[in-house]
């Protein structure tokens, strides 16, 4: 004698809202036993089926999607469930299975083989021989080194791709180590906000990209930082000074500058508004000598040069030589 069919019909409504508020499917059984109705899970899966009530999300791997998990992969170094979470707010139509199944069917796996890890060590070696790579990657540290590789899709434990990386730039990494625990020495402000060191750095001029940079000489933190084909012209700098002064709501007591053009609004604009609130001379709250004895703003100019701009600067003689930088 062939079992009973059971009719679901009569409560599509209470499962469906039951399901909605993401019941599982033990919680939906118990539900029709209370309503004295005993069936198999498989039963009960077959129904929702019919119903379209389907949790399983079927993950359509475009190129768009593709070409996204790897973007997130390398670029941004997300986890799967933050890549899913990502993909989904953008609307797309993925899971976490398949997600991970696209990563290991092109060999990104989160803890690479012996093989891979030797066949990435090959490419970052042919990397490293190329001397315009090697010029953008010889000031990196440990953990910039590594993001950068992995922005170029290297997919190499960070550990592994610096041991590489101390056997092509050894110099470096020795002078990078030399300068770790070096204490400055010199003058000291008595607190912040006393004095601000201002100095303009064109250095990569020839790329069109001009810098105007302010530093608090207590601190070291960086009141402002400009940066724009003419961002040291008097009008620019003045403007630049009086929304930094706006932001705070103060200003220091002393600024210290060079004799340059474009200092000639600046100075005056810190001078007048000093005059609201204490009566002194020009030369107790602008300080003018040369660039090379600011000292504060030149520091951050030298870790600005070894940790960014660098490779941009010695990599300027071989693009004019190729005729392709014209000025």
């Not at 070096?182 to 008595?190: A, E, I």
Request: aromatic residues 12%; hydrophobic residues 40%.
């Amino acid at each position: 004698m062939p079992r009973p069919a059971f009719d679901l019909e009569p409560f599509r409504g209470a499962l469906t809202a039951l399901w909605e508020q993401n019941a599982t499917n033990p919680a939906l059984l118990q539900y029709l036993e209370s309503q004295d109705v005993v069936i198999s899970l498989a039963t009960l899966k077959r129904w929702l089926r019919k119903w379209e009530l389907q949790r399983q999300v079927r993950t359509a791997m475009t190129i768009e999607v593709q070409d996204q998990i790897r973007h997130l992969y390398f670029e941004l170094a997300l986890t799967d469930q933050e890549i899913l979470a990502e993909l989904t707010s953008q609307g797309c139509s993925v899971s976490l299975t398949g997600i991970r199944s696209f990563r290991r069917s092109i060999r990104l796996l989160r803890r690479p083989t012996a093989d891979q890890v030797e066949h990435e060590v090959a490419r970052l070696r042919q990397f490293f021989d190329d001397k315009q790579r090697s010029v953008e990657v010889k000031s990196f540290g440990r953990r910039s080194l590594h993001t950068f590789l992995r922005q170029e899709n290297f997919n190499i434990p960070r550990d592994i791709a610096f041991e590489v990386y101390k056997t092509y730039f050894a110099d470096e990494v020795e002078r990078r180590r030399q300068h770790a625990d070096r204490r400055r020495g010199g003058w000291c402000p008595p607190g912040p906000n006393f004095i601000w060191c201002f100095d303009g750095y064109m250095k990569l001029q020839l790329w069109g990209i001009e810098v105007y940079a302010g530093i608090d000489a207590y601190s070291r933190c960086i009141v402002w930082a400009h940066v724009g084909y003419s961002a040291k012209t008097a009008w620019n700098v003045f403007r630049q000074y009086l929304i930094a002064a706006e932001r705070y709501q103060y200003i220091p007591q002393l600024i210290r500058l060079d004799r340059g053009g474009e200092t000639v609004l600046f100075s005056g604009a810190h001078f007048w508004m000093s005059l609201g609130s204490r009566n002194i001379p020009f030369s107790e709250c602008v300080i003018y000598g040369m660039s090379i004895h600011n000292t504060r703003i030149e520091a951050w100019w030298s870790q600005l040069c070894r940790g960014t701009s660098g490779r941009w600067i010695v990599s300027v003689p071989c693009i004019q030589a190729s005729s392709v930088l014209i000025r």
